[in-house]
């Protein structure tokens, strides 16, 4: 059985490949997630960033983006890479 971080991680990963970009409420509508699971998503998304899947602009930035070992591991299309830059 998953868990929900299980799930998270599984979510971000085909958003990445498929937009390149999203929010944590993406992930959250995706899943079917009350709001008393977003610290689970932001708990989950943050240790995504600090392992380099994910980055954002700032810290107080709401757009996940690509990061360096998502870049480098995941099958991402340059267009959807250029794409979540704009």
């Keep these: 059985m998953k868990t929900n971080r299980d799930k998270i991680w599984n979510a971000t990963l085909e958003e990445l ?5 999203f929010k944590a409420i ?3 509508s995706k899943l079917d997630m009350d709001e008393s699971q977003r610290q689970t998503v932001r ?4 240790a995504l960033e600090k ?5 954002r602009e700032s810290k107080q ?4 983006r690509l ?5 480098m591991l995941l099958n991402v299309s ?4 250029e794409r979540a830059r704009a």
Aim: zero cysteines; glycine letters at 14%.
């Design 17 to 21: 490949v498929a937009r390149g970009r």
């Design 26 to 28: 993406d992930i959250m």
């Design 51 to 55: 392992d380099g899947w994910l980055e």
């Design 61 to 64: 930035s709401s757009i996940w």
């Design 67 to 71: 990061g360096w070992k998502g870049r």
């Design 78 to 81: 340059e267009e959807t890479i």
């Design 43 to 46: 708990r989950t998304l943050n």
